[in-house]
């Protein structure tokens, strides 16, 4: 059975860090890519990162790129996203979620099977 489960969600002022951790199971990251998504109050989910299966070739959505890392741990079978220099308009809830397929990642939602049920990011200004 495929289950992500999300932590290190939490409330930090403007310009700090964060490291969020995505725990996985049931699958391996040389079939499955993963991605990091969020979604913020009355707004829809948008991607934020992914790690393709094999290799694990990073993308990054535009707004985050630079701040934010995504990395994988096979021996810890967890996928962290490290956020850095924060803002407030990263507030959001932000879910893990992995397609089942072995190719290069994407942004867009349609491909992820499986999703986390989702962590809590508050930026303060």
């Known amino acids: 059975e495929v289950q992500l489960v999300e932590s290190g969600g939490a409330l930090v002022q403007a310009g700090g860090s964060l490291r969020l951790s995505c725990a996985t199971s049931?699958?391996?990251?040389?079939?499955?890519?993963v991605g990091w998504f969020r979604q913020a109050p009355g707004k829809e989910r948008e991607g934020v990162a992914c790690?393709?299966?094999?290799?694990?070739?990073?993308y990054y959505a535009d707004s985050v790129k630079g701040r934010f890392t995504i990395s994988r741990d096979k021996a810890k079978n967890t996928v962290y996203l490290q956020m850095n220099s924060l803002k407030p308009e990263d507030t959001a809830v932000y879910y893990c979620?992995?397609?089942?397929?072995?190719?290069?990642?994407?942004?867009?939602?349609?491909?992820?099977?499986?999703w986390g049920q989702g962590t809590q990011v508050t930026v303060s200004s």
């Open positions: 049931g699958f391996s990251y040389d079939d499955y890519a």
């Open positions: 979620a992995a397609d089942p397929r072995r190719r290069r990642c994407s942004l867009e939602m349609i491909r992820y099977d499986y």
């Open positions: 790690i393709s299966s094999g290799h694990g070739d990073t």
